[in-house]
């Protein structure tokens, strides 16, 4: 059974920075493209950014440059680090693969005050 547990989000002021993680469980992160999704309040949810098999990385053009995507194989675990952080960045985010092909977990809230 897969499992991915979203951690790091919290309150943050504008031009704040915060650093996501995600642990997997049932996959190995290093066999998948994975990626990190928000969906802001009455908003589809949108993938932000994405790290290949063998670490490629890319970004929607909303946070190029101010979020990095990354993954530790040894702890299966992906992280986004997010800095400059703006009000439009307020999202619940989630980490799946780049596909969504597995259950979303329970996110964690991103909330940028101004």
């Known amino acids: 059974q897969v499992q991915l547990v979203e951690s790091g989000g919290g309150l943050v002021q504008a031009g704040g920075s915060l650093r996501l993680s995600c642990v997997a469980s049932g996959i190995t992160v290093r066999q998948k493209a994975m990626g990190w999704y928000r969906q802001a309040p009455g908003k589809q949810r949108e993938l932000v950014a994405g790290v290949g098999r063998f670490g490629s990385t890319n970004y929607a053009d909303s946070v190029k440059g101010r979020f990095t995507i990354s993954k530790n194989v040894a702890e299966n675990t992906v992280y986004l680090q997010m800095n400059s952080l703006k009000s439009e960045d307020t999202a619940v985010y989630y980490c799946?693969?780049?596909?969504?092909?597995?259950?979303w977990g329970q996110g964690t809230q991103v909330t940028v005050s101004s």
């Open positions: 799946n693969d780049q596909s969504g092909t597995y259950a």
